[in-house]
T-cell receptor, first 109, second 112 residues
């Protein structure tokens, strides 16, 4: 199987700073990874994904880094804004998707 | 406006009652899923369906039932056998199994 963990349950950053949210997984055969954003009381929203044949992928203000050697995934958010406040969790595909419990990002004005 | 809709937003269940949560998608996705979300935990898979008229149990299927009579619809029934039903229920769909899943807005189920 697979297990997915996030390093911090809560992360507080100043508006304008960069945020880094981490995720660790256990199975080296996992080959597809997704980051989701979930605002309070709403469904998760797809942010960005990456496959195991890549180690970096960039979107608008977001970058996902994949380190297969240590089985670690990170989401970087540039110039964090108040609208980025939410819970962020990763999903790791190994026969089915396994979901982390999430990191709550608080953006301080 | 394409997407996944869930209704109702809030649902109250009385002791011994079965309740049904609706999930509809107009994305033409083959696969659909039901997850349960509890505070501080990752999403847990209840049931999934790869195609119409087929569905499989997930990790926590006891006390739940589903049907997939139409491609667009995947209703979840929370039966009286589910002793701890209070949770946030999320429906998702994907083009096919193991592809990117897109989620609905969720239904919060509360017990009276």
């Amino acid at each position: 199987g697979e297990s997915v963990g996030l390093h911090l349950p809560t992360l507080s950053v100043q508006e304008g700073d960069n945020s880094i949210i981490n995720c660790a997984y256990s199975n080296s055969a996992s080959d597809y990874f997704i980051w989701y954003k979930q605002e309070s009381g709403k469904g998760p929203q797809f942010i960005i994904d990456i496959r195991s044949n890549m180690d970096k992928r960039q979107g608008q203000r977001v970058t996902v880094l994949l380190n297969k050697t240590v089985k670690h995934l990170s989401l970087q958010i540039a110039a964090t804004q108040p609208g980025d406040s939410a819970v962020y969790f990763c999903a790791v595909d190994f026969n089915k998707f396994y979901f982390g419990s999430g990191t709550k990002l608080n953006v301080k004005p | 406006d394409g997407g996944i809709t869930q209704s109702p937003k809030y649902l109250f269940r009385k002791e011994g009652q079965n309740v049904t949560l609706s999930c509809e998608q107009n994305l033409n996705h083959d696969a659909m899923y039901w997850y349960r979300q509890d505070p501080g935990q990752g999403l847990r898979l209840i049931y999934y369906s790869q195609i119409v008229n087929d569905f499989q149990k997930g990790d926590i299927a006891e006390g739940y039932s589903v049907s997939r009579e139409k491609k667009e619809s995947f209703p979840l029934t929370v039966t009286s056998a589910q002793k701890n039903p209070t949770a946030f229920y999320l429906c998702a769909s994907s083009v096919e199994i193991q592809e990117t899943q897109y989620f609905g807005p969720g239904t919060r189920l509360l017990v009276l």
